[in-house]
């Protein structure tokens, strides 16, 4: 079994879904503001589930709202 990711490779792997660089997510910024489109943020989230081992439910979204929130949910829930 590898290391966990760490919450720079979730930001990169985000970085690159949203054709960004990494350091231009601020993790204050609002997720509906970077994907202005919610399928688009269903489809990062899945991409991210892809990549890494997490497993994230529609629940565990609710209370994300910055690209902080969700840093914190995809490392809490990395299997």
Known sequence: MGNPPTREAFKNSMARFLKRKPESLDENAL??????????????IIELQEQFPIRLSQEDLRAVRTVGDLLRMLIAKTV
């Open 31 to 44: 997720l509906l503001e970077l994907v202005q489109e919610s399928f688009l943020l269903v489809e990062m």
